[in-house]
């Protein structure tokens, strides 16, 4: 099923807005360039939540189209849902953009299936993307992180770059490999550890930082949980 997306490219001193056609939403899971990092966050999940360990690494699911949103005021079941930051990669024929966004997941749901816990949520999108081309040369020095409002008090809750992070090329090839045709597609990355374990807040907010070419580009909503009760 073919979808469309608009967005503002900056690219050349120049933005412009650009409507993006994709027939896929993929998520990347367990994405770190650490193994080690990475099996100790699996481990960490497994512990805390139940989540079982993935058969391979990386994971990949598919999502529905229809959770890809840039809509800043969104609704979840319960109060156990919480975002966490990705790079956005978005495939039009040969060209790469790049994004950024929020795997928003149910945390509860996740200990049963990670697929579901995925699929229960939207996956919020920031308005801005840039050309892969333009970023290729400082990629790892590019910061990702993220704040969440707790108790009404915005904290800092992720904060890393995007070398903590498998490079687009990799992610590609390893979904070329099991997926196939990736020519229209939108893919979250993965992302990297919280700085204090899961939290659970009002407002989320993301942002990847090119200190290179002084820019950035964020995404921002607020989370309201709906009530888990018959009414």
């Known amino acids: 099923m073919d979808s469309k997306i608009t967005f503002t490219l900056h690219a050349d001193g120049k933005s412009t807005e650009k409507t993006i056609v994709y ?3 993929l998520a990347i899971g367990y ?72 795997d928003h ?5 996740e200990g049963q299936n990670v697929l579901k816990a995925k699929q229960i949520c939207p996956k919020p999108i920031g308005m801005d993307v840039w050309d892969y081309d333009d970023l290729k040369a400082h990629w790892d020095s590019i910061r990702v992180r993220s704040f969440q409002t707790v108790d009404g008090a915005e904290i800092p809750y992720q904060d890393g770059t995007l070398a ?32 204090a374990g899961f939290k659970f807040g009002t407002t989320f907010r993301c942002e ?9 580009i964020a995404c921002f909503y607020r989370a309201t949980a709906i009530t888990e009760e018959e009414r």
């Open 31 to 102: 994405a770190g360039r650490n193994i080690a990092k990475t099996m100790e966050h699996i481990k960490e999940l497994e512990e805390q939540l139940g989540v079982p360990a993935p058969k391979k690494i990386p994971t990949i699911f598919e999502c529905s189209n229809l959770l890809l949103t840039q809509e800043e005021d969104l609704q979840f079941v319960g109060n156990r849902t919480c975002g966490e930051v990705e790079y956005i990669i978005l495939v039009c024929g040969d060209k790469i953009y790049i994004g950024v966004g929020s």
């Open 208 to 216: 990847l930082v090119d200190d290179t070419l002084s820019r950035s």
């Open 164 to 195: 903590d992070i498998l490079p687009p090329e990799k992610i590609l090839s390893e979904l070329r490999e099991r997926v196939g045709d990736i020519g229209n597609s939108v893919i979250f990355s993965g992302t990297v550890p919280a700085l």
């Open 23 to 25: 027939n896929q939403l």
């Open 105 to 109: 997941t149910d945390r509860e749901l």
